[in-house]
């Protein structure tokens, strides 16, 4: 087999969302996998829809998901440039020869000519493509309009009728006719060519083994093998993904804040997470088993295990996910992404034993990262008592509950769980109160809200002399 080479190939026109973070992901897997080089290459021609910081934004979220870039604009390569606007010398090249081989034309017809035509087309019931009315123009007239400068393209000549047959690694053998192709135009007016050309001359000079990318692109592969055989170059190997959709089967909205990674990164998803979740947006291990590090996708990964049917995205399996990644990573490093919120919530932080404390009696619990920083929250930074709290803590019945504890409890030490188990046993029968009455106002007075975690969580989280003197303070109010 050739040299594995893959390119993720995005257009700079936001944030990276997560049909492209699958991209990525399955390019840098199979690099990996099979000890070839994951290629980041930024496709910048279409002028009308770059957005400013949209390629930072790109390299800033892999880098962040720890998919490092093998050659890029940033990392360099001997295959470069890799931003396809830094290489428009070599694309007019390619289209000089087309010009001279007779497989490409210049054209001149205007956005209204063009819009003229379709419109007749249309009328007429006919399939929308150029009529290659520029086609036909003599020699001389193309030249006495090119030396005047006239505003053109330059169109692919697409032959008539012809079958085209190509291997597919995730769908097999794919056969279409070029019937119903159009002639692509491959240079734009403003000298800046088509995503058809340079993703084909880029991906011939930067030695791309495998192309992987959507399914959107699978119907332009004639027109890709096209220009592979009239340039005389040998094609890559294809590999068109399935699309993502929502669970009710639509496509996926590509609406950039509820798709981009970056927002779920802000909502609080581990990175862990998000990459095992897309991971199987398409790709399944061999058994039925969900849960990947990166490390074991990379060991496990497999094209021939892409499905062609669409994958459905699913949240809440993504937040069953990250539920388990919480509790499934080395804490430190929950604490580590969890610190971004507690800054956040402006929650100051306790020292780490106590920290490590509430965080893992937190992360059996919580499903995002700022839970763990809103549970945290109570023990750290509890909010003032509403006023219905307060009424509640300051009526009899919760007061006597308060004193016992401050008469019965000890000072300091540990309290085993079955001494705590038998402390507020004895609390309920001897002041003969149970339940919501017993317990409502112990948390009132140790977290200052009704609910939360059950009291041996409570006290392994506050220790004994802290308790007390929220008792006293809860007494006094
Ligand atoms: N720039 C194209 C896109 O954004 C890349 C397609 C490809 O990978 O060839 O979809």
Redesign the pocket.
């Not at 390119?7 to 257009?11: E, L, T």
């Not at 192309?211 to 959507?214: D, H, Q």
């Given at each position: 087999m050739r040299e594995v080479r893959v390119?993720?190939?995005?257009?700079p026109t936001g944030f990276l969302h997560l049909g492209?973070l699958r991209?990525a992901l399955y390019d840098y897997l199979f690099a990996r996998h099979t000890g070839g080089t994951f290629i980041l290459r930024i496709?910048d021609t279409d002028r009308s829809r770059i957005v400013p910081g949209a390629i930072e934004n790109l390299i800033g979220s892999l880098h962040r998901l720890g998919l490092d870039i093998d050659e890029g604009p940033l990392t360099g390569g001997a295959y470069g440039p890799y931003v396809q606007s830094e290489r428009l010398e070599i694309y007019r090249c390619e289209v000089r020869r087309l010009l001279d081989s007779g497989d490409a034309y210049p054209c001149f017809c205007s956005p209204d000519t063009l819009a003229q035509m379709r419109s007749e087309q249309l009328s007429r019931g006919e399939f929308v493509k150029y009529d290659r009315r520029c086609l036909h123009l003599s020699r001389e007239e193309v030249q006495a309009r090119l030396e005047r400068g006239e505003a053109h393209v330059i169109r692919l000549k697409m032959p008539d009728q012809r079958r085209f047959r190509f291997d597919d690694i995730i769908r097999g053998q794919v056969e279409m006719n070029t019937s119903q192709s159009d002639d692509q135009v491959l240079l734009k007016s403003d000298g800046f060519p088509t995503?058809h050309l340079a993703?084909v001359v880029d991906d011939h000079y930067m030695k791309i083994s495998h192309?992987?990318?959507?399914e959107?692109?699978l119907s332009s592969t004639p027109k890709h093998l096209w220009l592979y055989e009239c340039l005389g170059w040998e094609p890559p190997k294809w590999v068109h993904l399935p699309l993502i959709l929502n669970p009710d089967r639509s496509k996926l909205s590509k609406r950039m804040n509820d798709v981009s990674v970056e927002s779920y990164l802000e909502k609080g998803y581990l990175k862990e997470a998000l990459l095992n979740f897309v991971a199987l947006l398409g790709w399944h291990g061999a058994d039925d088993r969900e849960i990947y590090s990166l490390e074991e996708l990379c060991r496990e990964f497999s094209l021939e295990r892409v499905n062609k049917a669409g994958a459905v995205f699913d949240l809440t399996k993504l937040d069953w996910m990250n539920g388990i990644y919480l509790r499934k990573l080395p804490l430190d490093e929950v604490i580590r992404q969890a610190l971004p919120w507690f800054e956040k919530g402006g929650i100051s932080l306790p020292d780490p034993g106590i920290l490590r404390t509430i965080v893992t009696a937190a992360r059996e619990r919580c499903t995002l990262l700022p839970e763990i920083a809103a549970y945290s929250k109570m023990f750290l930074s509890p909010a003032p008592l509403t006023a219905e709290e307060a009424e509640i803590l300051a009526s009899p019945q919760s007061q006597s509950v308060l004193h016992w504890y401050v008469e019965h409890l000890p000072r300091e030490g540990i309290l085993e769980k079955a001494e705590l188990d038998a402390l507020v046993k004895a609390g309920m029968a001897e002041l003969g109160i149970k339940g919501k009455d017993y317990y409502t106002p112990l948390r009132s007075a140790l977290l200052h809200q009704p609910h939360g975690p059950d009291l041996p969580t409570i006290f392994a989280i506050l220790g004994l002399p802290r308790i007390h003197e929220l008792l006293r303070e809860a007494l006094r109010s």
């Open positions: 390119r993720f190939a995005p257009s492209g991209t496709e995503y993703a192309v992987i990318r959507g959107e692109w």
